[in-house]
C-alpha cells in the first residue's frame, strides 16, 4: 500500500504554488473529462495554469517516486462550519 502523505510531504508538494491539497489514497487519472485505468496521485488545486506561466520550480512533478500525478482544479475552499451552524 502507497503511503501517498509521506509521498507528498517528502516532494514538498503543498508548498507549490495553488496546491490546496490531496487524496489520501491512489485515484484513477482523470484526462480531458474521461477516467483512465492509470493509479496516480491526485493533487487539488484552486486554479491551474499553463506550464509557461509558472517557474521550473513551481511545477508539480508529472510523477513521484513512480507514480503519475493528477492535477484536479477544483477552486477556492471555504469553511462549512459557518453555514452549518446557522441551519442546525
Do not use: C, F
Not at 517528502?10 to 480531458?32: D, E, F, R, T
Not at 500525478?69 to 453555514?83: F, K, S
Request: proline letters at 6%; charged letters at 35%; a positive charge.
Amino acid at each position: 500500500m502507497v503511503d501517498v502523505k509521506k509521498l507528498v510531504e517528502k516532494h514538498g508538494v503543498m508548498k507549490l504554488p495553488n496546491v490546496i491539497g490531496y487524496s489520501n489514497a491512489l485515484q484513477w487519472k482523470i484526462k480531458g473529462g474521461r477516467v483512465l485505468p492509470i493509479k496516480s496521485i491526485r493533487i487539488y488545486v484552486t486554479r491551474k495554469l499553463p506550464r509557461e506561466k509558472l517557474r521550473k520550480d513551481e511545477l508539480i512533478p508529472e510523477e513521484i517516486e513512480g507514480i503519475p500525478t493528477d492535477v484536479v482544479e477544483i477552486g477556492r475552499l471555504r469553511a462549512l462550519a459557518v453555514y452549518a451552524q446557522r441551519y442546525r
